[in-house]
Structure formats: structure tokens, C-alpha cells
């Protein structure tokens, strides 16, 4: 086929590679009228160049990088995209998307760019990261274990949905690059274009690494059988196809990792505490309503079941159809339209087909003519809101396996709030389901009954409402992703995401041994006794394992008088001898906290040196009573380093050093353990 329309290039082995010549081109259609605006081909691609270099040049160059400085590398990205978004919405105007729709597919998917960037601070400043707390797997300490966490040597095959060609690639994406894993991203055909002007972007950025990221535009039915045992591959959209593609033999004679997010018939409750005029039923109609206009329902995580108490079916109904009939249909770019088009004329075809099988078991009671603002009503993939509705949802099974990709979503009556819990799960497992509801208690029963069977719940009401990102939205910190028909995997949520693509190992060995290793002191590893004492050495100076111990303080009861009064912690235990009868105390024991301060005292330097300021406290136990009359002493010791980059020219460059506390009494036991966060510039403040 021949057009005037530009041909995508697709991304591969650091070149942009257009199969145009080789004829049998696929066109993509604007969803607003129908013309060509791009065409693609994928006859002759060579795929397997793609994995090669990605696994020889892509995961090595990001291998080698820390996570802090993959964390920097996804914020100067992000900046760099969120700079020339406008370019992206003018492209994204095909895709039949409202500005609304396209802010969130474009600006939310830089946000999780933004979002992983930052939580580089939460990781250490290694390739790699530790997983849990170091485990004593001997009597006499010489014996332990960790688990390590490092970047799988392969690339992540990210093969997304049409709905969100810039959300769905770098909300998946974004994990990778942190984790330190390269991507080959192949987007849905019908808005692969606008996938193709940002992943061209991010390439003339020149921010990422060579091999970070490739891409391919159009069919790749092939895409598998490329993969081994090194890679990982996530799969959005409909759960047939995803069962499909879960099953290729690649996959399964190798393991190899996937992670599939299905469509799912995700369900919003109205609480049955709530009546007509209070804030939540206001809240519930316009949750609803954005469910079923924004992206035209063509969302994974779009309500596509409307449970409503049974004696307020008929007032939800008509204020459900009052406010959709408010929304403004048609070419988003006119005036006041407020709902734009599906992907496609066949998508709108599809949707009708789903629709119909839902109307076997429940009255079709909303669905107008087409009153669309467009120039090209009738070469748009334009359609009205259906609003199904059945007051005997239990047996009204074709609401409950079907899913209409669009604006379809069908009413349901019910008694109780255990009813509720039971239909919610009828759907067979959801990315998520909500509940308005302003009573804690009916909030409570309903989670507690429903939540085995979603990957997200949000409870709404008047007290969040304002700052609430709804229903429908995932956030790049909390899991998204959900149980059976949803596809039992989990995508993004926070450090949990990160791990999904890097391998987890048992390390064993000596304490020293795994210090050394992990680049974090070990408990029972050996202790360097530092000179000069580490507040007095820089960043740079300072290595895993350097301790100051202390003189020692004997602890007496005025100590315990003295810091009661100052704190106005009066705790009986500390300060009354006469109530310990039937207590775990034999007399009056310290404060904990005055153990740690006591312990600062001791292990402080208090000149002026590298050392800028006490940046927090973390893990603080207190593992054994100090009476007076016990002497306590302290080993501080290097426990990990993590450098920090510099906010403006004129900042100094500094790091955050943990360090460990171990104060022991004169038997030689612990009594209490902390980790303390201290701010320390570094020597060399030219970088």
C-alpha cells in the first residue's frame, strides 16, 4: 500500500530501520476521521539483532551504572520528555484522545519517570541491592546469609496495549532502566505512532545508555521466539491474548519471566450508608461518569460494574444518565467536547458486539443517538455511553465474564454489604474496585470481604475527594496489576516493581566476606578500629567497616531521675520501684531513648570536621533492660555510604553515611542497636 502519510521507523541496534521497501505496509488511522497518519511495516525486521544488542551492549552499559546514577539518568529524562510534551499531544490528537486523556497517558507516564527517579533514595549506591535483614545462620556468629539483588542479564520484552502508548511504555520501562535491565518496547499498531515520536525522542536525548531502549512498530508476531532464560516479558491488554502469549514455548521451556496485566470488569460500589444529597453519592455519579467518558472507557482499569444499593437503583440511574447526557462528545479539539473517540472504527464495532452479549442478561437503559461535535461525525470512531442495568445481578452472568472496551457499563442492585463484597468478586479477579462510602465500618467489611480478589482498592469519601487520584488511576508507588482474570501479576509498586527484574540470590559466607561483597557492613564482620575517629574523616575516607569504640558510662539512678525530668517521660517502669510487682523488670530500669542519647554522647565528636548535621534514625531497638549500676559502651561502625548529587553549582558535594550502633553493656551483651543517617561532605568538591 502507498501513502503520502510518514512511515514509523522502528528502533533497532542503535539505528532507525524503516522496512518500507519491503512492501505490505500496515496504515494507522486518525480516530477523529479516518485518514492515514502513519504507516508501518514489520516485514523483514530483524528481531533477533534487537535481543543481541540489547543483551550485549544495552544491559552491560546499564549494568555497570548505580542505582543512584540510574535514578539521575531517569530525572534528566524525564525533564528532557516533560520539555517537548506539546510535540506529543499534537500527535496524540489522532488517537481520539481529549487533552484530559492524553495529560494522562503523556504527562503521567513522564511522572513515573519522575517517581523512580526519586526513589533512588531508598537504594543503595551499588549496581546492585540487599533484600531483607542479614541472617545469623550459625551459633557462633562466623556463618550468615543475605539475599542480593542484581539486574537480570537480559532485556525486558514490553509488548502494551493501545489504550496508553506513552503510559503503558514508561510506566513499565521506567522500572526496568532503574532495576538496570534494557527494553524492547513493541506498542499496539493503532497508536504506535505516537510511541514512536517519544521513544525518538528519548534516543536524541542521548540521556540513556546505548541498548537502554528499542522499539517496533506493528505486527511482531515473532517477538518470542527470541527470548531466554535472561529476559522478562510483560504483556497489557486482553486476557485471552495474554493467556496466548503466556504459553509460547520459549516461555515455558525457559522460565523466562512474565508478567501480564489484563483488561478486567472492575467494579465501583455505592455504599449502602449513603443516600441521595450527601457528599459520597455526588462523589460516586462523577467517579462513574469519568470512568465511563475518560479515554472512552478504554481503560484496564475503567468501571465496567456499578453496584448500587437496591433501593437507590432508580436515583443512581438517573443521575448517572443526567450527568453523562452533560458530556460533550466529538473531535477534541472543538470547543467544550469533553469525550473524544475509540482507537478505531473496528474497535467501536467490538465494543457493539461485547455490548450485545451483556444485553442477553441485563436492559440496555441509556445509550442516545450520536450528537458528535465533528467536522467528520460519521468517519469517526465516535460513540455514546451504554449503561446496562440488572436487579438480579447473581444470575445475570454475561455482566460478570464480558467485558466492552468503551464507554459500557452496567448497574447492579444489592442487598447487604456482604452481597456487595460477593458480586465485586464475580468478576473473577480485578485491577481494582472502589467503595464510597463515608462509614468506616462498612468500609471495613466491605476490603476485608473483597480485597483477596483485586490488586487495588480505593475507598472514597468526602475526606479525600479533593486529593483522591480515583478510581481508575494506578500510581507508580502502589502495586498495579491483579489476580486471576486480571492476569496475577503486579507492575510499578515502588521498590516491589524494581524487583520484578532483578534476580534474587541467597548469598552465604562469613560476615566479612559478605561486607565485603555487599558493600554493607555485615553483623558479626570485622571492625577496622578508625583513626583518625570517623567524624573526622569525608565521604571518600570513610570505608564499610570503620569503627569508633568507645569510652563507657555506668549507668546510675540519678541518670534515670535526670532524663525523666528533661523528657517528661515518667513511665512507671523507670521512675516507681513499687509497680514492677508481675513486670518483666527486677527495678527500675533506663529509658531506652536515654541508652541512645547516652550512646551519642559517647561516640560524638563534637569539633567541627566533614560531618554536617544527624540526617535521621532507622531500626532502633532495645534488646535487653539497663539498670543502674550497668556500664555501657558503644562500637559505631561504617555501615553503607550513599553519594549524593548536587542540587545547583553552588551546593556541596556530600553523601549520607549509615552507621551502625551498638551499645553493650560489661557482659559483653547488646542492649540496644540503631542505625543512624549522618550528612558528610566529601573531600573533593570539584564534581
Known sequence: MTTSSPFLAHGIAGHLVSTKENGNSTPIYSALDGTVVASTSTEGL????????????????LRKMTFQERGRMLKRLALHLHARKERFYEVSWSTGATRTDAWIDIEGGIGNLFSYASLRRKLPNTPFALDGESLGLSKGGTFSGHHILTP?????????????????????AAVNWLAGMPCIVKPATATSHLTEAVCREIWASGILPDGALQWVCGSARDILDHVDERDVVTFTGSAATGRKLRQAPRIQALSVPFNL??????AAVLGAT?????????????????EMTVKCGQKCTAVRRILVPRHLMDATQEALIASLERTAIGDPRKEGVRMGALVSKDQVEEVRNQAAKIG?????VYHPEGQFLSDAPEAGAFLTPMVFRTDRPMDAAACHEVEAFGPVSTLMAYDGVEEAA??????????????????????????????????RMLVLDRDCAKESTGHGSPLPLLVHGGPGRAGGGEEMGGIRGVKHYMQRTALQGSPTMLSAITQQYQPGGAQIESEPHVFRKHFEELEIGDTVTTHKHT??????VNFA???????YAHVDATSLDGTIFERRVAHGYFVLSKAAGLFVDPKKGPVLLNYGIEEARFTKPVYPGATIGVRLTVKEKIAQEKRDADDIAKGIVKFLVDVYDETGETVALATILTMVKMKNQAD
Open 46 to 61: 530483524d528481531l533477533s539483532a534487537a535481543y543481541t544488542y540489547a543483551r550485549e551492549v544495552g544491559n552491560p552499559n
Open 360 to 364: 442477553r442478561d441485563a436492559d440496555l
Open 422 to 455: 460477593v458480586l465485586a468478586k464475580m468478576g473473577r479477579g480485578s485491577l481494582c474496585c472502589s467503595i464510597t462510602t463515608h462509614s468506616p465500618k462498612e468500609a471495613q467489611d466491605f476490603v476485608y470481604n473483597a480485597a483477596s480478589m483485586h490488586g
Open 274 to 290: 449513603v443516600e441521595p444529597g450527601d457528599p459520597e453519592f455526588e462523589l460516586f455519579i462523577k467517579e462513574v461518569r469519568k
Open 565 to 571: 525530668n528533661v523528657s517528661g517521660d515518667n513511665f
Open 555 to 560: 549507668v546510675t539512678e540519678a541518670d534515670i
Open 261 to 266: 496485566e489484563a483488561d478486567s470488569l472492575n
Open 152 to 172: 537480570r542479564e537480559g532485556v525486558a520484552v514490553h509488548i502494551n496495549a493501545f489504550n496508553f502508548p506513552v503510559w503503558g511504555m514508561l510506566e513499565k
